[in-house]
């Protein structure tokens, strides 16, 4: 009885997009507080095959429930951890405080079985974010605990509608139960990550939504898988994207109508929906000269009006915008190394030389500038308000998605978009560049979670 209530209640957290409703806690000093809780619980990931599997879940929910929270305003997420083992949160692309950024033994000491932590947190830039584990994130980030934060802007673009719209990978067993046997297995570690067999949109698989002729939607499309890419087509013709890792960008229809997202990327698309009553189009998850099909918009018998809007929606520019970049640069060189066909022959752990079969015993197999792991010293220590450009070369074979904390910076093959997150294929060389001016250790890492786990991971600190 008390699994059959569980069961609904996670369903029942997906159907409703699980909005939490702002100010949930009437704090005495006028802060909206959300309450977000961590614990185990069953959750059926495939449609037919027996059983559900244990997964660790936010609020009962895969993924997590949706968190709105305004820009420029105080927020307290009350987190407790009802796990039995440590964790914490991250809120992946907030420029937030530093002590609110989730990374256990860097910004905070992990947030122990049965203990709570209050995330205060003070957003500035409106947009699609999320949030997840920052603790051996391998498994508990595959084990299910992300979700959907977004920033609202002060104003609410005109839109009809708008649709979140989380994108995971999982690996399931001829059972159709979460595979817990293959966790942490080393060729994951040093190949690609944990790629699965199962993609979920919001954590359902064949996911349908009705719509209606000539309605403008937002769709706000984060992937929340440990390690897959994703390359996705919505095949409606009437496409344009307006912000990529929460940042408005001016809006475009994408190459071939291909959204291209690495693990941790957002990106946001307003559709005009463009069929007729009874029409059907789809997103399809594109894997070499495959096309899967990963969800459905139906069209409904109505009409939301005679025909599509032509003129594209502007999101409002944060105050991001205003961070000029300068000519100047303190150039930092990031060569990230290591991994299965590289010529690796070695990286310092803790100060000490390793062979490469001393760095496979303890799991590390990915090195940044010949260290694999976290440095005990920063790659690089500036003062606040100093222009940085992160020389990345990614000598490995194999595609990273490089993530830094704390800010957003720009491409220099990319200039005018912000991102925080960048997918560097192999042999790929690109400057990050970004001013420096978010006090406090911030983290540099791959954000293929198997990848960090095994070594490809550094900081910097800005004083
Ligand atoms: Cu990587």
């Given at each position: 009885m008390q699994r059959r209530r569980f069961l609904q209640a996670a369903a029942g957290g997906l159907i409703g997009g699980a909005l939490?409703?702002?100010?949930?806690?009437?704090?005495?000093?006028?802060?909206?507080?959300?309450?977000?809780?961590?614990?185990?619980?069953?959750?059926?990931?495939?449609?037919?095959?027996?059983?559900?599997?244990?997964?660790?879940?936010?609020?009962?929910?895969?993924?997590?429930?949706?968190?709105?929270?305004?820009?420029?305003?105080?927020?307290?997420?009350?987190?407790?951890?009802?796990?039995?083992?440590?964790?914490?949160?991250?809120?992946?692309?907030?420029?937030?405080?530093?002590?609110?950024?989730?990374?256990?033994?860097?910004?905070?000491?992990?947030?122990?079985?049965?203990?709570?932590?209050d995330y205060v947190l003070n957003p500035p830039d409106a947009g699609t974010y999320w949030y997840h584990t920052h603790l051996r994130s391998w498994a508990q980030m595959a084990l299910g605990l992300a979700g959907v934060l977004i920033v609202e802007e002060d104003t609410p673009p005109a839109v009809d509608r708008e649709?979140?719209?989380?994108?995971?990978?999982?690996?399931?067993?001829?059972?159709?139960?979460?595979?817990?046997?293959?966790?942490?297995?080393?060729?994951?570690?040093?190949?690609?990550?944990?790629?699965?067999?199962?993609?979920?949109?919001?954590g359902k698989t064949g996911t349908r939504y009705e719509v209606r002729g000539g309605e403008r939607i937002r769709l706000r499309l984060v992937n929340i898988a440990n390690a897959r890419t994703m390359s996705?087509?919505?095949?409606?013709?009437?496409?344009?994207?307006?912000?990529?890792?929460?940042?408005?960008?001016?809006?475009?229809?994408?190459?071939?109508?291909?959204?291209?997202?690495?693990?941790?990327?957002?990106?946001?698309?307003?559709?005009?929906?463009?069929?007729?009553?009874?029409?059907?189009?789809?997103?399809?998850?594109?894997?070499?000269?495959?096309?899967?099909?990963?969800?459905?918009?139906?069209?409904?018998?109505t009409?939301?009006?005679?025909?599509?809007?032509?003129?594209?929606?502007?999101?409002?520019?944060?105050?991001?915008?205003?961070?000029?970049?300068?000519?100047?640069?303190?150039?930092?060189?990031?060569?990230?190394?290591?991994?299965?066909?590289?010529?690796f022959s070695g990286a310092t752990v803790d100060g000490r030389e390793m062979t490469v079969s001393e760095l496979v015993e303890r799991k590390l197999v990915w090195a940044m500038n010949g260290v694999a792991g976290l440095p005990r010293e920063p790659l690089f220590r500036v003062e606040r308000g100093t222009a940085v450009s992160l020389e990345l070369d990614n000598e490995t074979s194999w595609p990273h998605a490089m993530h830094v904390h704390g800010h957003h910076f720009v491409r220099a093959s990319a200039p005018g978009i912000w991102r925080d997150t960048v997918l560097l294929g192999r042999g790929e060389r690109d400057a990050l560049r970004f001013v420096a001016d978010n006090p406090g250790r911030w983290l540099i890492h791959c954000h293929m979670a198997e990848h960090m786990a095994g070594g490809m991971l550094t900081w910097f600190e800005v004083t």
């Open positions: 939490l409703p702002r100010g949930a806690l009437a704090a005495a000093d006028d802060r909206a507080t959300v309450l977000l809780r961590a614990a185990s619980g069953l959750y059926r990931l495939h449609p037919t095959k027996t059983g559900p599997s244990t997964l660790m879940q936010f609020n009962a929910s895969i993924p997590g429930p949706v968190l709105r929270i305004p820009r420029d305003r105080e927020t307290v997420v009350r987190f407790d951890n009802a796990l039995d083992e440590p964790t914490s949160v991250h809120w992946h692309g907030l420029r937030i405080a530093n002590a609110m950024d989730g990374v256990p033994g860097m910004t905070q000491p992990p947030v122990e079985p049965g203990r709570s932590f649709m979140v719209i989380a994108i995971d990978d999982w690996r399931i067993d001829r059972e159709g139960l979460f595979d817990d046997a293959s966790l942490g297995r080393l060729h994951d570690w040093s190949h690609a990550g944990r790629i699965g067999n199962l993609i979920t949109v919001n996705l087509k919505i095949n409606e013709p009437l496409l344009q994207v307006v912000a990529i890792d929460g940042q408005p960008v001016e809006p475009f229809a994408p190459r071939d109508g291909r959204i291209t997202l690495a693990v941790g990327q957002r990106v946001d698309v307003v559709v005009d929906f463009a069929g007729a009553p009874g029409h059907s189009s789809t997103m399809e998850l594109l894997v070499r000269d495959d096309a899967y099909a990963i969800a459905s918009f139906d069209y409904g018998a009409i939301a009006r005679e025909s599509p809007l032509e003129s594209p929606l502007r999101l409002p520019p944060n105050p991001l915008h205003r961070v000029r970049l300068p000519e100047e640069y303190l150039q930092v060189p990031l060569r990230m190394q290591g991994g299965a066909m590289s010529r």
